[in-house]
């Protein structure tokens, strides 16, 4: 056994070695990708979720200048990245973009707006406690106008994967 350094031979060893191993492991081991909500004042994760591709969520807000609700929905893609889907609006005004040739639908009552399907980072939102503002995943729902003031800023991203 000349290959093989002293420290380890013999079951320190290789308990050194096993430990070495679980190590990397840990560090390199991709996570179950999550969706979070995060207030980035305290870092505090107020909702998370596991996720799959083709997972949709949404958050649906009253327009400030407008006072009609609007709902951008966002995918979640095979790479596990955050893309924007639809906006649904009732009216058009200010900060509502949309291109020309898109085809916009009429459903429920609202315009349906297809997004260009850019990878989003993460979502930074500060939610106002003057309207009623959510966030929707599946069958949760978090009422982002009702947090603290602390945590009003907040980010909605992919947590590993």
């Known amino acids: 056994m000349r290959n093989i350094p002293g420290f380890l031979q013999g079951r320190w060893g290789v308990f050194l ?8 492991l840990a ?5 179950t990708p999550k969706l979070q909500v995060v207030a980035t004042e305290s870092d505090d994760v107020l909702f998370e979720e ?15 200048v407008m006072k009609t609700p609007i709902r951008e929905v966002f995918e979640i893609n095979d790479d ?5 889907k639809e906006t649904w609006t009732q009216a ?7 291109e020309a040739n898109e085809p916009i639908r009429q459903e429920n009552g ?22 009623t503002h ?10 982002l106008s009702d947090m603290e003031e602390d ?3 907040i980010m909605i991203h992919v947590q590993g994967g």
């Open 17 to 24: 070695l096993f430990l070495a191993i679980l190590l990397l």
């Open 27 to 31: 560090v390199f081991w991709e996570q």
């Open 50 to 64: 596991e996720i799959e591709p083709g997972d949709t969520f949404f958050h649906e807000y009253i327009h400030s």
């Open 80 to 84: 596990f990245e955050v893309v924007p």
């Open 92 to 98: 058009f005004g200010a900060g509502i973009p949309y």
């Open 110 to 131: 609202f315009y349906v707006i297809p997004d260009d399907g850019r990878v989003v980072e993460e979502l930074r939102l500060i939610p106002s406690n003057l309207y």
């Open 134 to 143: 959510t966030f929707q995943f599946k069958n949760e729902t978090l009422d």
């Open 151 to 153: 945590d009003r800023r």
